[in-house]
C-alpha cells in the first residue's frame, strides 16, 4: 500500500490550534479564533490536495497509509499509531473539513459577543482533530481513540455555556448515553483481539472469512452498540435532544459532520464484519428503520425550532443506518446520504442559529413567523435545505434518499418491503413536519411581540450558509451523476448479490414523491391555512403529548435504567453504611467499650489493683486444682 | 501429727497477709502483712527442706529473708517520701496514677 | 517398713498450741486499728515462726528470724510508725465499693483452694526429716551449700543489699529547696509579723504554780489558753487537758491571813 507522509497534517493542524488555544489561554484570546478557523481550513486544503493526488492514481492504489509510530508492541500483537485514507476517509475528511471550516467562520460573528470565543474555537478544533482521527484510525484501537474524543470534545461544547445547570445536565447526559456505546466499541476491540488476534481494519477482514459467523455476530452487535450510541439511534437516542443546548453552531457540526456520522462510519468501515453477520447486518437495518420513524414522529410535536430539526436529525442518521444495514447495495447511498445530509442540514442549523440570532435567542416556532421578510437570505438557504431534506428533485435529499428507499425495497421479499414501506412513510412524515417547520418560522402571520426586531444576519453568517445552500443543491446531483460515488466507493466493499426489481426506479420515485406531496399538503393545510396558536394548544391528542415528551424516551429510561440504579446504588449504600462501615465502626466501638469498661479496673488505687492479682491468684489455684483432679 | 500441717499454717497465714494488703489502708500496716505472706512462704520453705531431708529449702528461705529485708528498707523510705509530701501515710491517697 | 521420719508428741503439742496463736495474731493484725498493735501482733506471729523453724531442726533460721525479722526489721517498722503513724488515725472503714466483699470470697477461695491441693499433693516418697543433713550441724550444712552451690545467688543478693540501702538513702534524701533562715531571721521575721504575741517565743506548756505537765496548754496573761504551747502529737492524739480549770479566777484568790 501507498504511504503517505501527508496525512497527518489533517489532524495535526486543527489539534495545533486546539492546544494551542488552551495553552495560551486569554493571550490568544483576539486572534484564537482567526487561528481555528485559518487551521481548520488548512487541513480542508490538505484534504483536497490528498484528493486530487488519490484522483490521479489508478483503483487498487488509491489508499494510502502513514505510520506515525509503533503504540503497542506484545509479543505477535502488534498495534501501530497508523492512519489509513482510502476513498471512505477522504469523503469523510472533506465532509468534516469542509462543512467544520464553514461552522468555523460561521461562529466567529455567533460567537463574537462571548468571553469564552476562544476557548469555543479550541473545542471546535479539538473536534474537528478527534473526527479526523477517527475515520483515519487504520484499525478499531486507533479509532476507539478518536471515538473517545469526539466524545470528550461534544461533552465540552454541548455543556459549553454550563453555567446553566441544565446545560451542563445535558452534556453530562450525552456523555453517559455515549459511554454505553462506547463499551460496546471496547467490548467488539476484545473480541476481534480475543477471536481474532488482531484489531487492524485489513487484520479484522483478512481473517472475517475464517472466522465463525458467531463470532461475527457478536462482533457486529457491539458495533452496533457502539454506532447506536454514538450516532443516537434507538435505543440510545435520548441525548440528542438535549444536546440542543450547546451554541448553535456545535449542534450544526455535531448533527452535519462530526459525531452522529461516526456511527454509520463505523458500520460502513465494518462492512467485512456485516457482509459475514447476516443476523447482525439484519438488526442494524431494523434499528434504522425504527429509528427514522421514532425521529420523525418525535420531529412533529416539537415547537423549539433546534429540537425539530434535532429530531429531523435522528431520522436522517436512521436512513443512513438503514442503508449501512442494507449490505453492500446500501453502503454507498449510507455514505452519499450522510454528505448531502450534511449540507443541507448544517445549512438548516446555520440557519436556526441565524434566526435565532435576529429574535433574541427564541427557539420557540410558535413564536416565530413571517420571517420570510425581514430576513430573505436566511429563508433562501434554509428553503434550499428544506427541499433537499424532504427530497425534491433535483436538490441533494432526492438522489440519496430515493436511492436509499429503492435499495431498501429491493432488499428481498417481506423484509424489503417492510424496510422500504418504512422509509417511504418517514419520507412522507419528514415532509411534514419540516414543511411546518417553514412554515411556522418563514411563512405564516407573525406572532411575536413587538419589542421584537428581527433582522438580517451579518455577512459572515450568511455565506457559509449560502455555500451550505448551493451544496444542498447540487451535490446530491453531481454525487449520482453516472453513479460516480458509488463507483467511487465500491472497491471498498464485497459485491452485492443481484436482487431482482421490486418495483421499477421510476415507480419508486413517484411513490415516494407522492407521500412527499401528501405531506407537505397536510403541513400547509393545518399551519399555513389555519391559525396557529403562539402558546402550544393543550387540547391535542394522546400521540402528540407522547411526541412533545420524546415518546417517553427519557421516562422509559428513568423507570428501566435510572431508578432500578439508583435503588441498587441507594441499596449498596446502606449496606456500605450498615454492614461495612458497621463492621469497621463496630471493630472501633468493640475497643472503645472494652477500653472503656476495662479503664473502669484502672481506679489508681493500689489496693484494687492487689485485690485482682489475689482473685487472678485464686483463679490460678482453681485452674491447678480442676487440672490436678 | 502430719508434717503436712505446717503447710496448711503456711496457706492460712498467707491468705491472711493477702487479705491483709488489700483491706488496710494504712501504708505500714499493709507492709507488715506483705512481710507476713513473706513469712508464711518462709514457713512452707523450711517445712519443704525437712520433708526432703536436704537444706536447699532453707537456704532459700535464708535468701528470701534478705529480699525482704532490702525491700523493707526501699519499701519504708518510700513511705517517708510520700508522706514528707503528702502528710499520709494512707495508701489510697497515693492514687495519682488514674489521671 | 517404719517411716522416717515421726514427728514426736512433744512437737505436736508444740504446734497444736502455738498454731492457733499465731494465726489468731495474724487475723488481729487485720483488725486492730492502731498500726503499733499491728506491729506488735505481726512480731508475734514472727516469734512463734522462729519456734516452728528451731522445732523442725531449722536451728540457724530461727535465731536468724528472731535476729533480723523480730528484732531489726520490725524495729524499722516501728521507728517508722513512730515517724510517720502516730498521728495518723487509721479507720477500717472501706472506701472503695465492693471492694472487701471482692477480697474476702477470693481469698476464701484461694485459701480453701490452696488448703485442698496440698490436702491432695504427694511428694511422692515418705519426709525424710534433717537428722542426716543436719549431721555436721545445721550452719554449717548452710554453709556448706551457701557458699558451694548458691555462691552466685549469695553475691547477687549482696549486691542487692549494698543497692536497697543506697536506694533508701536517695529515696530519703531531703534536698532543702531553700535556704534555711537564720536565727537572726526568725527572730526579725518574728518580731515583724503582725502581732507581737509570738515575738518572744512559744510559751512554755504549764500553767504556773498550779500543773505543769506538757499536755496542758500554757495561760497567757488575759487568761486564755495557748494551744502553740503543746507539741503537735499530743494534740493530734487528743491528749490535752483543758487548762481553763486552772485560771486564776476559778482559785480562791483570797489572802489568809498568817498568824
Known amino acids: 500500500m501507498v504511504t503517505n507522509s501527508g496525512l497527518v497534517y489533517l489532524i495535526a493542524l486543527p489539534l495545533f490550534g486546539a492546544v494551542s488555544l488552551l495553552l495560551l489561554g486569554r493571550r490568544a484570546d483576539k486572534w484564537g479564533h482567526l487561528l481555528a478557523t485559518a487551521l481548520s481550513a488548512g487541513s480542508f486544503a490538505v484534504g483536497l490536495f490528498q484528493l486530487s493526488q ?148 485489513s487484520g479484522v477482514k483478512e481473517k472475517a472469512e475464517f472466522a465463525s459467523e458467531a463470532t461475527m455476530t457478536a462482533l457486529g452487535i457491539m458495533l452496533l452498540i457502539a454506532a447506536v450510541g454514538k450516532s443516537a439511534q434507538f435505543p440510545l437516542q435520548a441525548w440528542l435532544g438535549d444536546a440542543m443546548a450547546g451554541p448553535t453552531p456545535v449542534s450544526a457540526l455535531i448533527h452535519a459532520a462530526t459525531m452522529v456520522t461516526a456511527g454509520v462510519y463505523l458500520i460502513v468501515r465494518s462492512n467485512f464484519v456485516f457482509d459475514a453477520a447476516p443476523n447482525a447486518q439484519l438488526l442494524v437495518a431494523i434499528i434504522g428503520a425504527i429509528t427514522l420513524i421514532f425521529g420523525a414522529l418525535i420531529g412533529t410535536a416539537k415547537d423549539d425550532i433546534k429540537k425539530a430539526l434535532a429530531a429531523s436529525t435522528m431520522s436522517q442518521i436512521g436512513y443512513m443506518i438503514l442503508g449501512a444495514g442494507l449490505g453492500p447495495a446500501g453502503y454507498a447511498y449510507a455514505i452519499m446520504h450522510l454528505i448531502t445530509h450534511g449540507f443541507f442540514k448544517a445549512g438548516m442549523f446555520l440557519g436556526a442559529g441565524s434566526v435565532m440570532h435576529g429574535m433574541n435567542d427564541e427557539v420557540n416556532m410558535r413564536k416565530y413567523g413571517a420571517l420570510r421578510k425581514f430576513m430573505p437570505i436566511t429563508f433562501v438557504t434554509f428553503g434550499l435545505g428544506y427541499l433537499a431534506i424532504i427530497g425534491v428533485p433535483p436538490f441533494a435529499g432526492f438522489y440519496s434518499k430515493d436511492m436509499l428507499i429503492e435499495t431498501a425495497l429491493n432488499a428481498g421479499g417481506v423484509k424489503g418491503i417492510l424496510l422500504g414501506g418504512t422509509a417511504l412513510l418517514g ?203 | 501429727m502430719d508434717i503436712n500441717n505446717y503447710l496448711y499454717l503456711s496457706a492460712i497465714l498467707f491468705t491472711i497477709g493477702a487479705v491483709g494488703v488489700v483491706v488496710r489502708r494504712n501504708a505500714i500496716v499493709v507492709f507488715m502483712c506483705i512481710e507476713l505472706m513473706l513469712n508464711a512462704a518462709n514457713l512452707s520453705l523450711v517445712t519443704f527442706s525437712r520433708i526432703n531431708g536436704t537444706l536447699d529449702g532453707q537456704v532459700v528461705a535464708f535468701f528470701t529473708m534478705v529480699v525482704a529485708a532490702c525491700e523493707v528498707v526501699v519499701g519504708l523510705a518510700i513511705i517517708v517520701t510520700i508522706y514528707r509530701s503528702r502528710r499520709s501515710a494512707s495508701i489510697d491517697d497515693a492514687s495519682l496514677l488514674k489521671r | 517398713m517404719e517411716p522416717l521420719l515421726t514427728i514426736q508428741a512433744p512437737e505436736a503439742a508444740l504446734f497444736w498450741v502455738l498454731a492457733p496463736l499465731s494465726v489468731i495474731a495474724a487475723l488481729g493484725m487485720l483488725l486492730v486499728k492502731k498500726a503499733v498493735h499491728s506491729a506488735l501482733l505481726l512480731a508475734w506471729v514472727m516469734i512463734t515462726l522462729a519456734i516452728f523453724y528451731i522445732a523442725q531442726d531449722a536451728v540457724f533460721l530461727g535465731i536468724v528470724q528472731i535476729i533480723v525479722y523480730t528484732g531489726a526489721v520490725m524495729m524499722l517498722f516501728l521507728f517508722i510508725l513512730m515517724l510517720v ?74 549486691a542487692l543489699l549494698i543497692t536497697a540501702a543506697i536506694g533508701a538513702m536517695v529515696l530519703a534524701h531531703h534536698q532543702r529547696s531553700n535556704v534555711r533562715p537564720t536565727q537572726r531571721e526568725q527572730a526579725v521575721n518574728r518580731f515583724r509579723s503582725g502581732s507581737l504575741a509570738g515575738a518572744a517565743g512559744l510559751p512554755g506548756p504549764g500553767v504556773f504554780a498550779r500543773h505543769n505537765a506538757v499536755d496542758v496548754p500554757a495561760l497567757l496573761p488575759d487568761g486564755t489558753p495557748a494551744p502553740s504551747s503543746i507539741s503537735a502529737t499530743l494534740k493530734a492524739r487528743g491528749d490535752v487537758i483543758d487548762s481553763s480549770q486552772f485560771q486564776l479566777d476559778n482559785v480562791d484568790t483570797t489572802v489568809k491571813e498568817e498568824k
Open chain 1, 54 to 201: 488519490m484522483l490521479g492514481r489508478d483503483v487498487e492504489s488509491r489508499p494510502v497509509t502513514q505510520k506515525l509510530f509503533t503504540w503497542i508492541s506484545v509479543g505477535s500483537f502488534n498495534v501501530d499509531a497508523s492512519l489509513l485514507l482510502d476513498q471512505l476517509s477522504i469523503s469523510f475528511v472533506l465532509l468534516i473539513t469542509g462543512v467544520g471550516t464553514l461552522i468555523h467562520i460561521y461562529s466567529i460573528s455567533y460567537m463574537a459577543h462571548d468571553p469564552d470565543r476562544r476557548r469555543f474555537f479550541a473545542y471546535l478544533n479539538l473536534f474537528i482533530a478527534a473526527m479526523l482521527l477517527l475515520v483515519l484510525g487504520d484499525s478499531y484501537l486507533n479509532l476507539y481513540v478518536g471515538w473517545e474524543g469526539v466524545g470528550l470534545a461534544s461533552y465540552l461544547l454541548i455543556g459549553f455555556w454550563n453555567q446553566k445547570a441544565a446545560y451542563a445536565t445535558a452534556s453530562k447526559k450525552a456523555f453517559v448515553m455515549n459511554r454505553i456505546g462506547d463499551m460496546g466499541l471496547s467490548f467488539a476491540i476484545m473480541i476481534a483481539f480475543a477471536s481474532l488476534g488482531t484489531v487492524s481494519f
Open chain 1, 427 to 629: 419520507a412522507g412524515i419528514t415532509a411534514f413536519y419540516m414543511t411546518r417547520v417553514m412554515i411556522l418560522t418563514f411563512t405564516s402571520p407573525k406572532r411575536w411581540d413587538d419589542n421584537q426586531r428581527p433582522h438580517e444576519s451579518p455577512a459572515l453568517m450568511w455565506i457559509p450558509m449560502a455555500i451550505l445552500a448551493v451544496g444542498s443543491v447540487i451535490s446530491g446531483y453531481l454525487l449520482h451523476q453516472g453513479k460516480a460515488f458509488k463507483h467511487w466507493l465500491e472497491p471498498l466493499f464485497a459485491k452485492p448479490g443481484e436482487h431482482s426489481e421490486l418495483l421499477p426506479p421510476i415507480v419508486v420515485s413517484g411513490l415516494a414523491l407522492t407521500m412527499v406531496a401528501i405531506g407537505v399538503a397536510i403541513a400547509v393545510v393545518k399551519y399555513q391555512l389555519s391559525e396557529v396558536d403562539s402558546v402550544a394548544p393543550e387540547n391535542v391528542t394522546e400521540f402528540t403529548h407522547f411526541a412533545r415528551r420524546d415518546l417517553l424516551q427519557d421516562e422509559i429510561n428513568e423507570a428501566l435504567f435510572m431508578r432500578p440504579g439508583q435503588a441498587i446504588t441507594s441499596a449498596l449504600v446502606k449496606i456500605d453504611q450498615s454492614v461495612i462501615d458497621g463492621a469497621v465502626r463496630g471493630i472501633g466501638q468493640m475497643a472503645i467499650g472494652s477500653g472503656s469498661s476495662l479503664r473502669k479496673s484502672q481506679t489508681g488505687f493500689v489496693r484494687s489493683y492487689a485485690a485482682l492479682i489475689l482473685v487472678g491468684a485464686a483463679a490460678l489455684i482453681a485452674a491447678i486444682w480442676v487440672v490436678t483432679q
Open chain 3, 85 to 158: 503513724g502516730v498521728d495518723s488515725s487509721d479507720s477500717l472503714t472501706e472506701t472503695i465499693s465492693g471492694l472487701r466483699p471482692i477480697a474476702i470470697t477470693a481469698a476464701l477461695g484461694f485459701g480453701g483452694l490452696l488448703v485442698s491441693l496440698l490436702g491432695h499433693a504427694t511428694l511422692g516418697r515418705e519426709p525424710v526429716g534433717l537428722a542426716e543433713a543436719n549431721g555436721p550441724g545445721n550452719v554449717q550444712g548452710i554453709a556448706v551449700l551457701l557458699f558451694s552451690k548458691y555462691v552466685w545467688p549469695f553475691e547477687v543478693v549482696s
